[in-house]
């Protein structure tokens, strides 16, 4: 097993993924922009393969074996100051997420982590973030951030596990497909030292 920069040809592999790790959300959006006929995550791994924007693969690492993926990882630098601007235009279950998001300027930002089912328990995410980090660290960012549902238990173990504190929530908005409610939860944790 070993982590790696993703490669534009990963971007099956991290739409995938990216949906698994927003709870659905990303598939969502992704159908309001599909043509008829068009799968939404036609549209997501066009977004990955993208040379601009978060998603795009070029902010992302993968963990490989022999070829295969198994799980990835999307992380930047949110910009500081994180200016909002107007809120109402961005979808309404988007709101929490840019209002906590916010709160976080400058902070590498761990925009999504997901192991296939197969991979699971083998410590593959646990790599992807530590690598993120170190990444992060190389940048300049002081701190890391992220935002987690609160009844994701496995993520929320795993975040606790390195050092992430829980600093606010806001309500999650349900959208189709919505697994959880509960909160959204931002978790910091310090990259100094
Ligand atoms: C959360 C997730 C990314 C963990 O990936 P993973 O590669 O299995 O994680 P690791 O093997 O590195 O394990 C790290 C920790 O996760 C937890 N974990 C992993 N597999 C687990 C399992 N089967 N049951 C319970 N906890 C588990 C444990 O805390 C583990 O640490 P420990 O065994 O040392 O106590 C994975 O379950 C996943 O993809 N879930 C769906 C997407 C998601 O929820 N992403 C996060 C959204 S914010």
């Not at 990955?48 to 963990?63: H, I, Q």
């Not at 198994?70 to 309404?92: D, K, Q, S």
């Not at 761990?110 to 992060?136: F, P, S």
Request: hydrophobic residues 40%.
């Amino acid at each position: 097993m070993e982590v790696e920069r993703a490669l534009k040809s990963d971007a099956d592999d991290l739409a995938y993924l990216i949906d698994i790790a927003g709870e659905g959300m990303p598939q969502y959006l992704w159908s309001q922009l599909a043509e008829p006929g068009q799968a939404a995550l036609e549209i997501g791994a066009s977004r990955a393969g993208r040379e601009e924007g978060g998603f795009s693969y070029r902010n992302a690492l993968v963990c490989r074996d022999r070829g295969s993926v198994l799980g990835m990882i999307v992380a930047y630098r949110l910009p500081n100051p994180y200016v909002v601007g107007e809120l109402n235009e961005y979808p309404e279950i988007v709101r929490p997420l840019i209002q906590l998001e916010a709160l976080a300027p400058g902070t590498l930002y761990i925009n999504a982590v997901a192991t296939y089912d197969a991979a699971r328990g083998q410590g593959v995410a646990r790599m992807l973030m530590l690598e993120a980090q170190e990444m992060g660290q190389l940048q300049g960012c002081t701190e890391a951030s992220l935002i987690v549902a609160s009844a994701n238990k496995r993520a929320r173990h795993l975040y606790l596990q390195l050092g992430y504190q829980d600093i606010d929530s806001r309500p999650i908005i349900e959208y189709p497909g919505c697994p959880y409610g509960g909160d959204w939860v931002l978790m910091k944790k310090d990259l100094a030292g």
